[in-house]
């Protein structure tokens, strides 16, 4: 076996000169897990960046023979004080959410600081980290933490004590170094490696799976289809008509279906074996455009009658009437894209027999009981046997609520009595995870000569793809926020979700009402000029108050007085950019928080003091950034009073506290209502070291709109938020961002502004950039990270986050979510920005894309 001898850490090393890459060698053979793979072997998030020779570089695109004799050094082999140094920069300043991309860039730092030291300015800063993505911060305190290092400063990260209090993140500096690894990096003894493959037609009868070629491999251990399933073939998270693999005899319905998982002794091996899997096909056309599917009386998805997933209708007073009888109307269609989530990790799954005929399955869901019962039920097994721990992943904004690679990986670990450990390629996992929905939205809308809104009519048709995922909520959560935060009293909603053979749509931070929203915050804007008011006027003379009756009939409580605070703060900001002659563009929101809509939603936790003085606790919710698992830690502080150093937080299903998927923005809402009961209750029975003490909290008060009530509650809690978007007139260039978000009570301020930024950066990267097109075979056309046009840190323009507190009634502490709403008025905020400069109204996203800047001339 040939070798390629170099330098790591310190250490000269002899390693195989097969592995495709430096990273994999590092990775696979050495274990060094501080670099992370998120995209390879494109180089195009930087994860993966190491010193070779003393430069930066990503060590995905270094090849073997290129790497013989060079020295090699990861984040392991830094010296100790430059690493806490580092490390407590990045997590003083909460310049890490996710923190998958952080070692990377940790790395960067570092060459820059050795090679410019105290000239290192913003400039080149910004310029250098083009090589490296990140999907959460939106980039602005990593500048602050990098900016703290070129001045030398001295940081020390401080846990959080309680409510309020902006500590740094539970296990940043561990994050920050690589040292808290996610479900890819961990290696049990006897692992074996999964690779799937996927269809190569997005609709076509599947005639026969030739796995011979693949099982012939030598390092493969076993290779399964859907034929070796014991259980049920189908999941879901509401409901379960998503296969899990097609068998022979089926149909797949997209270009992500899965038809077999090859196990093997490495990924390199198991991956190159699935490309020989030879599939016999029956290929169909498929159904590309929604319009098409809907008007079509055969079925785009096997199994399934009719191409309508979902209806989603209400109405209140007489649309008709008031638009006759106003001064002001208009007509408009807006489109909105199809957006990939690109989370810097891609999904992994680990699954260990457990020795009694069940797994232990590390997984970093977004609901980790719904993957426990969905992976029992395709096995036919006890739920019991079944057991699933959360391992902090590395981003999902929405994208990993349903399962991805957990059924297979569990299925092949299950059949073998083997660990099987299967982590999706980039583009695979593009073509697997559901996006969000394009969605077409026509509107009808009036105003009266003063500019009150009289009449809003909607019509949208959202092209869902193939299986439910939670397309129908998400239709029907764009039906309810059409309005947006106004005062409308005759409105007349219907949105349609629709199956086709495109990519599935689902979850994605904004729900719905982000493509609801733009349409209204431009429907405001082109009614304001009609009256002759400005946009900040316009809003303020309709937004709505307590007491106000809104979109589908809820009658609003006293969290709604968040839109007028948050539009009033950012006045300030909108006058003086007005003065400066600069292109002004506004967006507010409204996002709700919880599922609402009828459903029980009950959060469970429990509180458990060790011996050894930790204190355990235990929560439903998925920590993917967001800072969940801080609310949980500072909700026990507070209550308990005890160091949060003695803290430690744990997600798995060994007590049953499932409460779904972590969405809708109501983590931090459920969680600090389900740590707070069982803090209580562990107060009230004497806090005894070996014993679980329960709490929970329930939202039990929401109605559906199926219930045909005059003023259902929709929704327990909204967050609100107001942005202006400042451009220069000559270029469109977007300078700055003032984003006014009400968030009842930031649980940690530093976080929640992190939350902000990111969602802004997000939101721009939807409103200008971001795409993700299929063409006329319901094939996505982009497969690298680099092409779906994600905004990198050169491109973001200062953002100012401005933290409104407006209590919520009924949640515990007044809190309401934030990780949504960050975004959902930002492309409005864009778009009448962008009219200032060139005069054109844009009625699509990407702005960018579909509609690029018309420069002024400056002579």
């Not at 004799?69 to 996710?98: N, Y």
């Not at 996992?429 to 009150?452: L, Q, T, Y």
Request: hydrophobic share 40%; charged share 25%.
């Amino acid at each position: 076996m040939p070798t390629v001898s170099l330098t790591v850490n310190g250490m000269l090393s002899e390693v195989s000169a097969d592995h495709p890459n430096l990273l994999t060698a590092l990775r696979e053979e050495l274990g060094i897990t501080s670099p992370k793979d998120g995209c390879s072997p494109s180089g195009q998030c930087g994860a993966c960046t190491v010193l070779l020779d003393g430069k930066a570089i990503q060590s995905c695109l270094v090849s073997m023979e290129k790497a013989e004799g060079k020295t090699v050094t990861t984040l392991e082999g830094f010296e100790p004080t430059e690493r806490e140094r580092l490390a407590d920069a990045f997590a003083s300043t909460g310049a890490l959410q996710c923190g998958f991309c952080t070692p990377g860039i940790l790395v960067r730092t570092k060459s820059l600081l050795d090679q410019k030291g105290a000239d290192l300015d913003r400039k080149t800063v910004q310029g250098r980290l083009g090589a490296h993505l990140c999907r959460c911060t939106g980039y602005t305190k990593i500048f602050e933490a990098i900016d703290l290092l070129v001045a030398d400063a001295v940081t020390v990260p401080q846990m959080p004590h309680g409510i309020g209090d902006s500590g740094v993140k539970y296990e940043g500096v561990e994050l920050a170094l690589g040292d808290r690894g996610y479900v890819d990096d961990i290696r049990p003894e006897g692992l074996l490696f999964g690779a799937l493959r996927l269809t190569d037609h997005a609709r076509a009868d599947v005639l026969g799976i030739d796995t011979s070629a693949a099982e012939a491999v030598e390092g493969v251990t076993a290779v399964f289809t859907g034929a070796d399933v014991p259980g049920t073939l189908h999941v879901g998270i509401i409901y379960q008509d998503w296969p899990v693999f097609i068998p022979v005899g089926g149909r797949t319905s997209y270009y992500g279906d899965v038809l077999a998982i090859v196990v093997a002794e490495s990924k390199a091996i198991a991956r190159e074996a699935a490309d020989l899997i030879e599939v016999e096909y029956n290929v169909l056309e498929p159904f590309a455009d929604p319009h098409a599917a809907l008007e079509s009386d055969e079925d785009a998805v096997w199994g399934f009658d009719g191409n309508v997933l979902s209806r989603t209708v209400y109405s209140r007073g007489d649309f008709d009437a008031a638009l006759a009888s106003s001064p002001h109307t208009l007509h408009e269609v807006f489109q909105t894209q199809r957006v990939e989530h690109a989370f810097l990790e891609p999904e992994a799954t680990l699954a260990v027999p457990t020795g009694d005929g069940g797994l232990h399955v590390y997984s970093g869901g977004q609901g980790i009981w719904d993957d426990r019962n969905q992976i029992a039920s395709l096995l036919d097994v006890d739920p019991g046997k079944i057991t699933v721990e959360l391992v902090t992943n590395g981003g999902a904004f929405g994208g990993k609520e349903d399962m991805s690679n957990q059924g297979q990986t569990a299925l092949a670990a299950y059949l073998l009595g083997r660990p099987v450990s299967c982590t999706l390629t980039r583009e695979q996992s593009f073509r697997i995870h559901a996006k969000r929905h394009p969605i077409e939205i026509e509107v009808w809308a009036a105003c009266d000569e003063d500019g009150h809104l009289t009449a809003l009519r909607s019509r949208m048709i959202g092209d869902s793809g193939p299986y439910a995922s939670v397309g129908m909520k998400v239709l029907e959560r764009a039906a309810g926020h059409m309005s947006g935060p106004y005062v409308i009293d005759n409105i007349d909603v219907e949105a349609i979700a629709v199956r086709t053979n495109n990519p599935v749509c689902g979850a994605f931070r904004g729900f719905g009402a982000n493509q609801a929203q733009f349409a209204m915050e431009g429907i405001v804007d082109r009614l304001a000029e009609a009256v002759g008011i400005s946009g900040w006027e316009m809003r303020s003379r309709n937004l709505i108050e307590p007491g106000s009756v809104w979109g589908p009939g809820q009658i609003m409580d006293d969290g709604s007085r968040g839109i007028r605070e948050c539009l009033d703060a950012i006045k300030p900001a909108y006058d003086a950019a007005r003065g400066e002659g600069k292109a002004v563009g506004l967006g507010i929101a409204l996002k709700n928080a919880g599922l609402g809509n009828g459903f029980l939603e009950i959060s469970k936790a429990v509180v458990r003091f060790d011996e050894d003085g930790t204190v355990e606790v235990r929560h439903a919710w998925t920590e993917m950034g967001q800072g969940v698992n801080n609310v949980a830690l500072q909700v026990a502080a507070e209550e308990l009073g005890v160091d949060p150093e003695r803290i430690r937080v744990i997600i798995d299903t060994t007590r049953e506290l499932g409460a779904g998927q972590t969405t809708g923005s109501r983590g931090t809402v459920m969680a600090a209502g389900g740590v707070s009961d069982a803090c209580r209750v562990a107060k009230e029975h004497g806090m005894a070291p070996g014993v679980d003490y329960h709490g929970e909290y329930r939202v039990d008060w929401t109605n559906a709109l199926e219930e045909g009530l005059e003023h259902p509650i929709i929704h327990s809690a909204f967050g609100y938020a107001a942005q202006v978007v400042i451009a220069d007139r000559d270029t469109g260039g977007i300078e700055k961002v003032v984003a006014a978000h009400d968030v009842g009570r930031a649980v940690n301020p530093r976080l929640v502004e992190g939350q902000i930024e990111g969602a802004v950066h997000m939101g721009l990267g939807y409103a200008l950039t971001e795409e993700f097109p299929t063409d006329e075979l319901a094939r996505p056309t982009k497969h690298t990270l680099r092409s779906l046009g994600i905004l990198r840190a050169k491109d973001m323009p200062d953002v100012e986050a401005i933290i409104v507190e407006v209590p919520q009634p009924r949640s515990p502490y007044g809190v309401k979510g934030v990780g949504e709403i960050g975004l959902v008025p930002t492309a409005g905020a864009v778009a009448a920005a962008l009219y200032e400069v060139d005069g054109i109204r844009r009625t699509r996203t990407p702005m960018g894309v579909h509609h690029p800047i018309e420069k002024r001339s400056t002579s």
